[in-house]
């Protein structure tokens, strides 16, 4: 090695000792004469000192290096001067005294400055990603990633999963998000598909005798990105045989226990445990008490079913809807009219006509004008409302009444401050439906077509599918969807049921999921398993705010790669032994 020691390794107790680093220049200081530089690397950073009684020529050398060389000193540990020590450095107590200083490149001026957390413009940081690497902040959620990688592998291989690696060229089967496809050079006209999830693979697994499968795998969509959306991601997923849906979410609370111990041990988290659980909500519950199937737990803010009183509270946008939700902010008076217009725009963003609302203790607004006195005494009541109090309404459609509002909620508490980044709420959100509709009106799996529907609802599957509940689950953190899972059809006369409810034909079925069906007649075991965005649960721990901070090569949000200027046309030659044809728009 070009080092005996890495930048963040020396202490009092090496003092007198002559050692070598390498690393990089983070900043070079001339006082008089004498040359500070603080050399970094991966690890941390450590001060050292070119004095010219020491070694002329190793002086003479720092005199020309700046920022981002790359040097190899050598010298003694020395401790730092009375009242000179630098404690936001855990190598802040001593200094090195270099008596050999080699430059082992040079490099130019970079486009940003590396060593302060200085907001940089996210286009150059990706264009040079591998400068905007070596920043503290990257090294430190890179770190955090792999220690949190390992802590998966291993509480898993404790706990007796299988590590198994599945394909990454498969059959296209759509499940919900656009596919890559991937042309075959030996088979003109015809393609594989990169995976949106190695799904129907582990369920495979189970139908050959793996009782427990463990992978981190990549998966692949085409689709819109978003601060935690990415083409190309990385998902920790487990599948199990002979299991039923709390062995599966046992299963990944006890990781989840692990990994926030190790790798986020100041968080407080326990205390939204239910008798050491992670609380279960129904998605019906969670759709009507937060407005959300990901709910923050943090704060309350909690709906409240004003839709029976409405009826005839004589204010006629709500006695005409069949359903209106309320919400109490406790002194929400202080919300001034620009951040109420503020809200209803969101609110209409997300499908509400408007946002009605009253100040408690004043006569204000459209909503205390028009209703029955009746009316707004049982509303403070039932919302246990005091003056100062601001309530919001949600009205429409069961979901109109409740998404909008549920963003409303999430603005607010951020504008009271009640989002503790110091607080970790994980929950389950489970009996999720087992059917919603598509914008045109057609019908789709909510999950994916394997998902197990419930066996209390098993007889409305044809007569009422919307009314079908799912053994589906999603684990959630602080508003988050870190990932679901479900208990799995096994059954081949359930899923070509299924196929047939979805409005496949029975030829669509056998040529998209004829492989399955085949399978399952073979004695596939009953089997449920769950997948997590590797990527978000790492964006939660390092609490950044989207998922290309803790990526060491994100795309940009139009799904471009900067650095290498990817995606990009390729040769006449290479797109004919594919057997492309690239058609130019007029």
């Known amino acids: 090695m070009l ?24 900043n070079r200081r001339d006082h008089g004469g004498i040359i500070f530089v603080d050399l970094r690397d991966a690890n941390g950073i450590t001060q050292i000192v070119l004095d ?19 040097l190899q000193a050598t010298g003694k540990v020395r401790a730092r001067g009375e009242g000179l020590d630098n404690p936001k450095l855990e190598t802040g107590e001593i200094e090195v005294a270099i008596e050999k200083l080699e430059i082992l490149n040079q490099a130019q001026t970079p486009p940003f400055e590396l060593n302060v957390e200085n907001d940089i413009r996210e286009d150059l940081r990706l264009e040079y990603r591998y400068l905007d690497l070596r920043r503290s902040k ?23 999963f299988m590590d198994i690696e599945t394909p990454i060229m498969v059959k296209g089967t759509p499940e919900g998000s656009r596919e890559y496809l991937v042309p075959s050079r030996l088979h003109r006209g015809e393609f594989y598909v990169l995976p949106q999830s190695p799904q129907q693979l582990k369920q495979l697994l189970m139908c050959g005798g793996v009782d427990k499968y463990f992978q981190i795998a990549r998966c692949f969509r085409d689709e819109d990105l978003r601060g935690d959306r990415q083409p190309e991601f990385t998902q920790f997923e487990i599948e199990m045989a002979f299991c039923q849906q709390e062995d599966v979410m046992k299963v990944i609370e006890d990781c989840f226990h692990a990994l926030t111990e190790k790798c986020a041990p100041n968080k407080e988290w326990k205390s939204y445990l239910e008798d050491g659980r992670f609380k279960q909500i129904t998605w019906q519950t969670a759709l009507e008490k937060y407005g959300s199937d990901k709910p923050d737990l943090r704060f309350k803010l909690e709906f409240v079913d004003m839709t029976a009183e409405a009826k005839t509270c004589g204010f006629g946008v709500f006695e005409s809807v069949d359903s209106v939700r309320v919400m109490r902010v406790p002194g929400g008076s202080k919300l001034s009219r620009k951040d109420i217009d503020e809200l209803t725009d969101l609110a209409r963003k997300h499908g509400a006509g408007g946002l009605a609302w009253v100040r408690v203790g004043e006569d204000s607004g459209p909503v205390m004008k ?5 009316f707004i005494t049982a509303l403070v009541e039932k919302t246990d409302a005091k003056d100062g109090d601001l309530i919001f309404f949600g009205a429409g459609t069961f979901l109109q009444s409740v998404e909008p509002l549920g963003q409303v909620r999430l603005a607010v508490a951020d504008k009271f401050g009640l989002k503790d980044p110091n607080h970790f709420a994980y929950a389950w959100v489970i009996d999720f439906p087992m059917f919603e509709q598509k914008e045109d009106g057609s019908m789709q799996a909510a999950h994916h077509p394997f998902t197990r529907p ?3 609802d098993l007889e409305m599957l044809e007569s009422d599918p919307m009314k079908v509940r799912s053994y589906a689950y999603d684990i959630v953190l602080n508003g988050v969807e870190l990932g679901g899972g479900s208990i799995r059809i096994h059954e081949p006369e359930l899923q070509a049921k299924m196929f047939e409810v979805l409005g ?8 998209k999921f004829g492989h399955i069906l085949k ?5 596939t075991p009953p089997h449920g398993g769950c997948a997590m965005g590797l990527d978000r649960v790492v964006m939660l721990f390092a609490d950044e705010p989207n998922i290309r901070e803790v990526m060491a090569f994100p795309k940009n949000q139009s799904a471009q790669d900067l650095m290498l200027g990817a995606p990009s046309a390729m040769p006449e030659k290479e797109l004919e032994e594919q057997n492309i044809q690239v058609i130019e728009e007029d």
């Not at 020491?54 to 790359?70: F, G, Q, T």
């Not at 028009?370 to 009746?374: F, I």
């Open 454 to 456: 419930n066996q209390e």
């Open 504 to 511: 496949l034909s029975k030829e669509e079925t056998e040529m």
């Open 138 to 160: 990257m090294q430190r959620n890179l770190r955090l990633r792999h220690d949190m990688v390992k802590a998966i592998r291993d509480y898993f291989d404790e706990a007796g």
């Open 52 to 70: 010219p009684s020491i070694n002329p020529e190793a002086h003479a050398a720092a005199e020309h290096v700046r920022a981002e060389w790359v």
């Open 370 to 374: 028009n209703s029955k006195p009746e």
């Open 519 to 523: 399978a399952f007649k073979y004695g």
């Open 3 to 26: 080092r005996t020691h890495h930048c963040n390794q020396l202490r009092p107790t090496d003092i007198d000792k002559t050692i070598t680093l390498s690393g990089w220049v983070n």
